[in-house]
């Protein structure tokens, strides 16, 4: 049971478009949400993060939206770059801590 | 400096066979991790140990038992190797096992088994 759904499994954006990835989940404990992004051949590492009790938190080009009553967070990348290319997982933690549940991954290309 | 390391890189064993995977991190955190990343780049935790003592303990086969030595080390050995432990391992540490840590993951060990 994927407590943590992502979508879409794949996506091609050209350079300078905006690039959206999309969570939803279920478990209504999950109160942190973080994003990682991971490159070919290399560990996840973490991109940008957010708690409940804001809508919105943006650093650069990189924007997380929150809908606490939909149960749904997103990624947003603005002005995408090939550079930006790699997998993208969103996540959640309970507030117990210590255990991220991922998302399935989002491959994203940016084309030049 | 590399702030997570694992090795080796890469493992290629037949089944049946018994291997290890190293981790270390000099990051002086207090929590470290075990994750498993199959072919579908889905990515699961399977053990954490903070401050040296086991706190998280996924449904994972026996066969595999983590230890770690001292809070910069967490080891992982796989006995009785199987096809379907073909994945990649990362080993991932964070400042302690609160809520909200950041997690930091190491380069991953490629375990390949004929």
């Known amino acids: 049971q994927q407590q943590v759904k992502q979508s879409p499994q794949s996506l091609i954006v050209q350079k300078g478009g905006i690039s959206i990835i999309n969570c939803a989940y279920e478990n209504t404990a999950f109160d942190y949400f973080p994003w990682y992004q991971q490159f070919p051949g290399k560990g996840p590492a973490l991109l940008i993060a957010?708690?409940?009790?804001?809508s919105e938190k943006k650093e650069g080009r990189f924007t997380i939206s929150f809908n606490k009553s939909a149960k749904q967070f997103s990624l947003h990348i603005m002005d995408s770059q090939p550079g930006d290319s790699a997998t993208y997982f969103c996540a959640a933690e309970e507030t117990s801590g210590s255990r991220l549940t991922f998302g399935e991954g989002t491959q994203l290309t940016v084309n030049p | 400096d590399t702030a997570v390391s694992q090795t080796p890189k890469y493992l290629v064993t037949q089944m049946g066979n018994d291997k290890s995977i190293k981790c270390e991190q000099n990051?002086?955190?207090?929590?470290m991790y075990w994750y498993k990343q199959d072919s579908k780049k889905f990515l699961k935790i399977m053990f954490s140990y903070n401050n040296k003592e086991l706190i998280i303990n996924e449904t994972v086969p026996n066969r595999f038992s983590p230890k770690s030595p001292d809070k910069a080390h967490l080891n992982l050995h796989i006995n009785s190797l199987e096809l379907g432990d073909s994945a990649v391992y990362f080993c991932a540490s964070s400042q302690d096992a609160g809520w909200g840590r950041e997690q930091f993951f190491g380069p991953g060990t490629r375990l390949t088994v004929l």
């Open positions: 957010i708690r409940p009790d804001v």
């Open positions: 990051l002086g955190h207090d929590t």
